[in-house]
C-alpha cells in the first residue's frame, strides 16, 4: 500500500495551495483519512480529519481557512489551504486507516510528505 501526496510548495501569505493524497495498492477498506503537519522543531499535529461518511474535524488554527474532502472511488483525499499564514509552514504528511481485507487489522498508513512554504 502506497500513500502518495503532492500539491505542496511555495506560496505568498494569503495564497491557497491544495493538497492531494492518492492511495493505491491491494486495499479491501478505508476508514478515515486526514492530513497531519510538522514544523520545524514542533510534533506532529492533526490539521483535519475525514471519516468514511464525510465528517470532518479540524485543528482551531485552520478552521475557516482549510477544508479536507474524500473521494471514495479514487481513494484520495484533498486538502485546500486559503488565506495561507507563514505559520502554516510544515511538511504536510497525509494519513490513512485502511485494511487489505475483509477480516484484516486496521492499520495506519502515511504519506511521504510534502513541503510547504508560506512567505510573508
Known amino acids: 500500500v502506497q500513500l502518495q501526496a503532492s500539491g505542496g510548495g511555495l506560496v505568498q501569505a494569503g495564497g491557497s495551495l491544495r493538497l492531494s493524497c492518492a492511495t493505491s495498492?491491494?486495499?479491501?477498506?478505508?476508514?478515515?483519512m486526514g492530513w497531519f503537519r510538522q514544523a520545524p522543531g514542533k510534533q506532529r499535529e492533526l490539521v483535519a480529519g475525514?471519516?468514511?461518511?464525510?465528517?470532518?474535524r479540524y485543528v482551531d488554527s485552520v478552521k475557516g481557512r482549510f477544508t479536507i474532502s474524500r473521494d471514495n472511488a479514487k481513494n484520495t483525499v484533498y486538502l485546500q489551504m486559503n488565506s495561507l499564514k507563514p505559520e502554516d509552514t510544515a511538511v504536510y504528511y497525509c494519513?490513512?486507516?485502511?485494511?487489505?481485507?475483509?477480516?484484516?487489522?486496521?492499520?495506519?498508513?502515511w504519506g511521504q510528505g510534502t513541503l510547504v512554504t508560506v512567505s510573508s
Open positions: 494519513h490513512a486507516a485502511l485494511r487489505t481485507t475483509r477480516w484484516g487489522t486496521w492499520y495506519d498508513h
Open positions: 495498492g491491494t486495499i479491501f477498506s478505508i476508514g478515515d
Open positions: 475525514i471519516g468514511t461518511a464525510g465528517t470532518s
